[in-house]
């Protein structure tokens, strides 16, 4: 069965820090390019974050320019996003999803047709 598992979401203050992981399991990442998407309350979904299937090119969502960082590795096969920095507004629930193509796929689209899985989400909540 192919899965991919988010974890490490939770409550923090503002300015702090989180560190999300996806991992999966049934399949091996290293020929997918990986995005993070978030969901808040009310609102649709976004893309925040993207890594290539070889790791060499990463993209980010403005809002998070600068506080987020995206990596890969693949003897843990997993995707990890180093979130610090935070602010209220990245209050939402956290999807990984994975899509298969050629190492020129360009994930800064953020198009979630793409993605052929996802995990079930983590909750980030950012608040004092």
């Known amino acids: 069965q192919l899965q991919l598992v988010e974890s490490g979401g939770g409550l923090v203050q503002p300015g702090g820090s989180l560190r999300l992981s996806c991992a999966a399991s049934?399949?091996?990442?290293?020929?997918?390019?990986i995005g993070w998407f978030r969901q808040a309350p009310g609102k649709g979904r976004e893309g925040v974050s993207c890594i290539s299937s070889s790791g060499a090119i990463t993209n980010y969502a403005d809002s998070v320019k600068g506080r987020f960082t995206i990596s890969r590795d693949s003897a843990k096969n997993t995707v990890s996003l180093q979130m610090n920095s935070l602010k209220p507004e990245d209050t939402a629930v956290y999807y990984c999803?994975?899509?298969?193509?050629?190492?020129?796929?360009?994930?800064?689209?953020?198009?979630?047709?793409?993605?052929?899985?996802w995990g079930q989400g983590t909750q980030v909540t950012v608040s004092s």
């Open positions: 049934g399949f091996t990442l290293d020929y997918y390019a």
């Open positions: 999803a994975a899509v298969v193509g050629p190492t020129s796929y360009d994930c800064s689209g953020y198009v979630s047709s793409d993605y052929q899985h």
